[in-house]
């Protein structure tokens, strides 16, 4: 698969595809249910003795009800991985910012998690976000740096150049970050 993670154990939904079933190989049209992987994408060639035979990417899947497993053809946007469930507020309810914030990175670091598949280390996100209780003696602050460092700081380099507001509080949190770290006592030499 060229370096990418293995997709065994996550969800697939064929949407109506034409497979076949590798026990009675026969054609089968899979539904619009949800199929584990069992094997990670390959290149599967039909037609036998055929001129030019068909080839694709497929997957191998399993039909939890029946038991049976299928090869089909493989899109990976029809690809379902294992994700915490996002707590999703409702319509109309107000949301605390600082919990909604939380979630927020909490939904990144699964996204990012080079464990679970991941996105693409090519890729780079920063999220950050802080709210006060309203004494401007307490807040809660919440930080996700994901995926390739180079990204993220040219993601911030290139946001600072077209957006003058950008770079002010880019500016004025460095500076910020910079005092917190030297008067900071868990970084002083013991």
Do not use: W
Not at 24 to 44: N, S
Not at 87 to 97: L, R, S, W, Y
Not at 176 to 189: E, L, Q, T, V, Y
């Amino acid at each position: 698969m060229n370096n990418q993670k293995s997709i065994i154990g996550c969800g697939y939904i064929p949407h109506n595809a034409q497979a076949i079933c590798l026990i009675t190989y026969t054609d089968a049209k899979l539904g619009e249910g949800v199929y584990k992987i069992i094997k990670d994408p390959y290149e599967l060639v039909l037609g036998g003795m055929r001129i030019r035979p068909r080839k694709y990417m497929a997957v191998n899947v399993l039909d939890a009800f029946t038991g049976l497993t299928y090869a089909v053809k493989y899109e990976p946007a029809n690809l379902v991985r294992p994700t915490s469930e996002p707590q999703i507020d409702q319509p109309g309810e107000p949301v605390d910012f600082a919990t909604r914030a939380v979630q927020i990175a909490e939904e990144f670091k699964v996204m990012f998690d080079p464990a679970g598949g991941g996105i693409s280390d090519k890729c780079g996100v920063a999220f950050f976000a802080v709210s006060d209780d309203g004494n401007d003696k307490t807040s809660t602050c919440v930080g996700f740096v994901g995926g390739q460092g180079d990204r993220v700081s040219e993601a911030i380099a290139s946001a600072c150049s077209k957006n003058p507001q950008v770079f002010e509080v880019v500016k004025h949190a460095s500076i910020k970050a910079m005092f917190h770290r030297i008067f900071d006592g868990d970084n002083k030499k013991k």
